[in-house]
């Protein structure tokens, strides 16, 4: 027959459990022994609650930290954005080669060649400073 999962209650339920303190409050925690005799499945579905419950956490913390940092940035008369910035996405990249062929064939130079300039420079036929824009 299969413990249900181990779960974690305030201290003074569990009479066993040590007490640990994370930011001011206290924690309980399964002794050793306990773990030890948990099934391989069972203390993975332990991690995974973990893992979702430090998550969640971050993710309420993180917003409440961000509330307070606009009261506060609204209190002074700035806004955040005013304070940080916009968080914006990628930035573009202007177009180092071209297609003499077909225009619409560019590429950046980053990441890996395209298959247009990879055929074309096969077998010593071109080279890749051929395609650069000037």
């Known amino acids: 027959m299969r413990k249900p999962p181990l779960q974690f209650f305030p201290a003074h339920r569990m009479s066993h459990a040590r007490e640990y303190r994370c930011s001011g409050e206290r924690v309980a925690m399964a002794r050793n022994s306990e773990l030890d005799m948990m099934s391989y499945a069972e203390l993975g579905d332990m991690e995974a609650q973990i893992a979702r419950l430090k998550i969640e956490k971050q993710n309420a913390e993180r917003v409440e930290l961000r509330q307070k940092l606009t009261d506060m940035a609204n209190q002074h008369g700035f806004s955040i954005y005013e304070l940080f910035g916009r968080r914006g996405g990628r930035g573009t990249v202007a177009i180092k080669y071209r297609d003499p062929r077909n225009r619409e064939n560019t590429w ?13 420079t096969k077998g010593g036929r071109a080279k890749k400073e051929d395609f650069l824009i000037r």
Not at 109 to 120: D, I, N, S
């Open 108 to 120: 950046t130079g980053r990441g890996r060649m395209p298959r247009w300039m990879t055929a074309a």
